[in-house]
């Protein structure tokens, strides 16, 4: 049914030109030089069929979360200052862009001021209702709103054929306000109808500008994506383009780094770009203090391998130097060590109830329960002892969880250790080899892991270490492996 609504003969879509989904981030968006730079790319990519995905302008979520803040507080006069502020930083880049060109401008400053009186309006919903969590979704979806618009004009003015669509337009997500999922079969079917015409209306270099984070639910309240929102929007776009199209589509994500270090450059010496690696290997540097990326980004798109490169904003001609990630990986024996410093690790042991079932059960239904998430779990063999990892703020929280349940506080001893969690990812840890240098690298410096765990797949290695030696554990082991791609890969 979704491929009938498309209407193109099969001819048409195996001569079309390769679509490439790009999104611009905040760090892309800081001045007109940002948007003049933007134009430069689109003309490296002028055999290809662009669809844009842009973030807010640099730090106007920020603003847009200040002025939730003041809302619920009841400080309107708060309030309105922030949006002057939205509204002088818009209205300075408008300027500067269209320049000389007063239609472009006028249109531009007209979408500004009809967005921000509905953010006003909004606004003054808050102060009457409180801040209901649709109502945070629709202030922050604003920034996106402008930027884009601004962007699609910009691009029009350079001469450009350019589309503007809202992600509430083309993306139906669920109903989880500030991380909301994409509805896949009901987002394919808004791309069938609205964007995938206009890829095949000009063949002469469209672009489709969406906003990034955003979407609507099927009541048609705005939804936001969560972390990483932009960059899932394009991960989305370009799933659903797949599906729909059934030829190659590619991901290129405009940030202001090379791409995916070996180590956060705060921990690590000198630490080196990886310029190939698998989903999965990413999915885990990402969680691991890697935030370029995040994993939900890569999940959508890995069965289909779709590509995604991530490269330098500031350095668009430079083809040599970025991230490719996709089902193929390289032949290095460690991709990188990363490290969460700050972590609290909970044991809870008893020798008495050695054998009785259910009592992880009631561990995780207990963190469950008082929305407390776990990162890590170690069991020993004899069931005696189970440790797990939470986040330093939930630390304490945990401990006084089961101190205070009647049932744990009868049968059970418990500890908490402030710990750095380190991962060790790449394809070949799994290999004894590969592990024996990581425990060498620790044996060096006098340091022992306080408990170590292996995914089931072998790529991701975690140890933890006490919190103030984490630094020194990953730059050990980073140091250890390094030079080692080679006779390691076996």
């Known amino acids: ?73 009841k400080s309107r006069s708060s309030a309105l200052t922030i949006l002057e502020e939205i509204k002088s930083l818009h209205i300075s880049i408008i300027v500067d862009l269209f320049n000389g060109f007063p239609t472009y401008e006028q249109k531009a400053i007209e979408h500004l001021n009809a967005l921000l009186s509905e953010l006003l309006k909004v606004n003054d919903e808050i102060l009457e209702f409180g801040l209901e969590p649709y109502f945070s979704d629709f202030v922050l979806s604003f920034g996106e709103k402008l930027s884009t618009f601004i962007l699609h004009l910009y691009l029009q003015k350079e001469g450009l054929t350019s589309y503007f669509f809202s992600g509430e337009d083309v993306i139906i997500t669920n109903d989880n306000f500030s991380n909301a999922l994409p509805d896949l079969e009901r987002t394919k079917s808004r791309y069938s109808k609205k964007i995938i015409p206009l890829l095949f209306k000009n063949n002469n270099n469209s672009i489709v500008c969406i906003t990034g984070f955003i979407g609507r639910n099927k009541q048609g309240y705005t939804t936001t994506l969560g972390r990483g929102g932009s960059d899932f929007t394009a991960a989305i776009a370009a799933r659903v383009l797949f599906d729909l199209l059934k030829f190659p589509i590619s991901i290129i994500l405009w940030k202001d780094v090379q791409g995916i270090l070996s180590g956060d450059p705060k921990d690590v010496e000198n630490p080196h770009l990886i310029q190939q690696m698998s989903y999965s290997e990413a999915k885990e540097m990402s969680f691991f203090g890697a935030k370029v990326l995040h994993p939900k980004c890569l999940s959508i798109v890995e069965e289909q391998n779709i590509e995604i490169q991530i490269r330098n904003f500031t350095q668009p001609f430079n083809n040599q130097e970025f991230s490719t990630i996709s089902n193929v990986s390289n032949d290095l024996a460690i991709m990188g060590v990363s490290a969460i410093k700050d972590m609290d690790m909970i044991t809870v042991s008893s020798g008495i109830l050695v054998d009785v079932p259910g009592i992880l059960g009631k561990i995780f239904t207990l963190m469950g329960k008082n929305l407390i998430n776990v990162s890590m779990v170690t069991q020993s063999s004899s069931e005696v002892n189970t440790t797990f990892v939470v986040e330093a703020k939930d630390g304490q929280k945990s401990l006084q969880l089961f101190q205070d349940d009647s049932y744990f506080a009868k049968w059970f001893k418990f500890e908490k250790l402030r710990v750095g969690m380190i991962a060790v990812v790449g394809t070949k840890i799994k290999l004894s080899k590969n592990k024996i240098l990581v425990f060498q690298a620790l044996d060096k410096i006098g340091i022992h892991a306080i408990s170590v765990a292996q995914s089931s797949d072998g790529i991701n290695l975690t140890l933890l270490v006490p919190s103030e030696k984490t630094q020194i554990v990953i730059n050990a082991i980073n140091e250890e492996f390094r030079g080692t791609s080679n006779d390691l890969e076996n």
């Open 1 to 73: 049914m979704l491929g009938s609504q498309i209407s193109l003969e099969t001819s048409e879509i195996a001569d079309h030109p390769p679509v490439v989904v790009m999104k611009f981030g905040g760090s892309c968006l800081l001045n007109s030089s940002s948007f003049q730079k933007i134009s430069e790319i689109s003309s490296l990519y002028n055999t290809s069929q662009k669809i844009y995905i842009a973030s807010a302008l640099n730090g106007v979520t920020n603003k847009l979360i200040q002025l939730t803040a003041y809302s619920e507080s």
